[in-house]
């Protein structure tokens, strides 16, 4: 006999949040193949006309950059956080990971806003940067670092940086360091013994971390509108921009699904791609 | 591993690495404390007289009380509530078979993945479709599914923990579903509980993307209010603000650590 005691109490209020957010999923859908009429929030008929206007130029554009943006963040933030998620698991001083834990993981919980204000002060033309390069004299003027895509990416990497040291420590704190022991004991040397164990077996970690970095990175919105600032264009800050300030909220909808599709994609062929080398690490 | 001087060298630079590393994650937060001490209304580097006006401003400046009261009972009310349905529906997902589970825990854990902003404008045109004002109940329901992947995620690293023999014994001895829940399951569950409380209400407070599309002027939280507060000022109130933040999430999460063990809830000690 099998016994389930609660099962109803403790599924139907999980059921209820699940039907609002498919709910909620499926407004968005369905906007994004209404009519929109201009000056109101009222939507008209059917219509595959916002799904269309996507293939000009402006809009086509917008995407790619954003891909691009997703994918040189989460590449920069993979190369930074390896080294801090490395010693974070490694290290013998409980002081050092502590120390390494708390910093790397209280910009998570800072939220995009405090963040991307505090790069707003460390890129501005007075900013600390440009003072700090000014004053080594190693450039005359301040160089223009605000409302760029490379400000923009230094300031996402910031933000994807947590995530991405939590994930790859989670895998590498997985991997049994008997396997690095064996290659040792043969005689290869720690580069060696990290190019071929650590380094393949933390793969899944990897690609944990690249993905989710890249999903972080496509739904950041206030990086990209602050400093940024309208000159750099995401998918997000064309959304925000149809939706509040010409209301056109049938064009931001289907942006938004189209968004969606193009990230899960991305986030499926990573998947795809690296399946050998994660294969090769749960085979171990 | 030998101490042969390659691999001292090697030892070094790692660690030189490191610390270079640590130095771009702490950077902005060392500029913007002592940006905040600048006595100039502009944003300049470094500040040339120092003063505390910036603080008073944040403290006074109604819109910022106004937003953190907002964001309190929103995230009160949003973390419990996510804390009670994904807690139920992670001890049934680890326990039980049923129809649509995977279904069900696919769509939960979805809004990792899902952009906020699309969170965001779904649930606003579902309101506006269902004729249901930009109120209170909009912004905490949008919390809710944000923040129960958190929540899910933390109870089943518990479950995973809690030895299933303690709940035999006392069903051997007679005692029954409800008082087995109340008596064992939950008291054993609660440090993962609590942390995963925790996690749901600190990223609740901070969320600021889907916040922005459903809330008004009444119900804006504080993130909100600081957004807007940088696209009209651009003085060191904020700086001072985001001292404050910065302080009270280190010393929470240093509390977490002491307690609960930060390492245990995200997963990351070594095994």
Redesign the interface.
Known sequence: MI?????G???S???L??L??????A??F??SLRVYIPGS?DVGGFTLQNFAAMLRPLYALAFWNTILLCFETAASTLI??Y???Y????TRSSAV??F????????L???????T??????L?N???LN?LLVKLGFVERPVQMMFTAGGVIAALV?VT?PIMV?ML??GL??IDRNCEKAA?SLGA???RVFLTITLPLSMPGIVAGFS?AF?WT?????TPQ?IGGGRVSTV?TL??QL?FSSFN?PF??SL?II??AL??AV?ALLKQATRPLERLASAT | ?KRSP??MA?RWS??I??AA??L??????I??AI?AFNDRA?????PQAWSLRWFWRAFSYSDFGRGFWNGLTVTLWASSIAL???A??A??IH??N?VLKSL?EG??L??????????G???L??A??AGAGRGFPLVI?TH??LV?PFVMRSTFISLENLDGRLELAASSLGAR??RI?LTVTIPLLLPGLLSGWLFAA??S?????AT??VSSQATQTL?VA??NY??EFADPT??AL?VI??AV??L???LA?AFLG??KI??????
């Open positions: 016994k389930r005691p609660f099962l109490w403790f599924v209020p999980a059921g949040v699940a609002g957010l498919t709910a909620a999923m407004a968005v369905q906007f929030l930074l956080a080294p801090l998620a010693a974070l698991v490694r990971r502590s390494i834990l708390i910093a790397a993981v209280t910009p919980f800072l939220g995009e806003v405090v963040r204000y505090s790069w707003m002060i460390v501005g007075n900013g600390f003072t910031h940086m939590i420590a989670a704190s997985h040792e040397g720690p580069i989710t999903a496509f739904s950041a919105f206030a602050l997000s959304i925000y939706g909220f931001a909808a938004s968004g969606l990230s899960l986030i | 591993m390659a691999n090697l790692g660690r690495l490191v590393i640590l771009f994650v702490l950077l902005p937060g500029v913007v940006t502009i944003l300049a580097f470094p009670v349905v994904g139920a529906f001890i049934a326990r039980y049923f069900l769509i939960l979805s809004p990792l993945i899902i952009p906020h902003y699309t969170i404008l779904g649930v045109i579902l506006s479709q329901l809710v599914l129960l579903p409800g829940l600190i990223l407070f901070n969320e600021f993307t922005l599309f993130p600081m957004y940088v696209r904020l700086a985001s933040y910065i999430t280190a929470l999460l240093s650590n930060l390492g995200l997963n990351v000690d070594a095994h």
